[in-house]
């Protein structure tokens, strides 16, 4: 579902160069949940953002579904910031059927759809709601909704639960992998956290320090459906253990 090939790109400013991300090639099979992770400054994010048609890359291609991404495209990709940015001023029913009014949907469409959404992501009751009254796990619930809400096959997410307490992200992070299990989605995650990774992942990719590199790339075997229990098991900690390794060793 997505092909990266040879791709490089350099920061220029004020006159001077930063290389940033180096021949990096990847694939993301169809209905694949990738993480991506890596030193602080690696170039994830950049990373996702081309893949999102939001940042051009100086050097190299990337396809989805075969086709270039050169721009925006929500019928290909959808993208979930860290924050939430929702409109403090429309209820999370119209922050979710925003971007289908934007392309000029039917109110009673679009409404309909973002519905639907809000019921996938367990927020069926929040509609009416608005921002100011939503907690932080059920902003970003929104968030994903709206990230859904156009259908797009991939689904690109940049570390969208770091601003939340510990407990707060276990549990979206079950929620996650139940809206994934749902929409077969091609989801392709960025994240900080190791215990995170490993938990969601059917494979990580951990990239080196700048300039950027994708330095290991490690099939999770545990089974699915994911549960609490696997994190306290042999296996996991070894696949924790042998990320962070990588990681250190890169920073």
């Known amino acids: 579902m997505i092909e990266v090939q040879s791709l490089g790109h350099t920061y220029e400013s004020r006159g001077a160069s930063s290389r940033a991300l180096e021949d990096i090639s990847l694939t993301v099979a169809p209905g694949r949940f990738t993480v991506i992770v890596g030193p602080s400054g690696c170039g994830k994010?950049?990373?996702l953002m081309m893949m999102a048609g939001l940042r051009r890359q100086t050097e190299g291609v990337i396809l989805c579904d075969g086709?270039?991404?050169?721009?925006?495209?929500?019928?290909?990709?959808?993208?979930?910031?860290?924050?939430?940015?929702?409109?403090?001023?429309?209820?999370?029913?119209?922050?979710?059927?925003?971007?289908?009014?934007?392309?000029?949907?039917?109110?009673?469409?679009?409404?309909?759809?973002?519905?639907?959404?809000?019921?996938?992501?367990?927020l069926a009751h929040a509609g009416a709601r608005y921002p100011g009254e939503l907690s932080g796990g059920m902003k970003q619930r929104v968030s994903i909704a709206r990230g859904?809400?156009?259908?797009?096959?991939?689904?690109?997410?940049?570390?969208?639960?770091?601003?939340?307490?510990?407990q707060t992200r276990m549990t979206m992070g079950e929620e996650l992998l139940r809206i994934w299990s749902k929409t077969s989605k091609t989801v392709v995650f960025v994240t900080h956290s190791l215990s995170e990774a490993v938990y969601l992942a059917d494979e990580v990719l951990v990239m080196s320090a700048h300039p950027g590199r994708i330095v290991d790339r490690i099939e999770i075997p545990l089974a699915r459906p994911r549960t609490y229990e696997m994190m306290a098991g042999t296996v996991f900690g070894q696949l924790k253990d042998r990320i962070w390794q990588q990681i250190r060793s890169q920073a």
């Open 148 to 166: 859904l809400v156009q259908d797009p096959p991939v689904l690109l997410m940049d570390e969208p639960f770091a601003a939340l307490d510990e």
């Open 67 to 122: 086709r270039p991404i050169l721009e925006p495209d929500p019928d290909r990709v959808g993208v979930v910031f860290q924050d939430a940015n929702l409109f403090p001023w429309l209820s999370a029913l119209d922050n979710v059927a925003f971007p289908l009014m934007l392309r000029g949907v039917p109110k009673a469409e679009r409404l309909a759809r973002a519905a639907e959404m809000l019921d996938l992501v367990g």
């Open 45 to 47: 994010s950049s990373l």
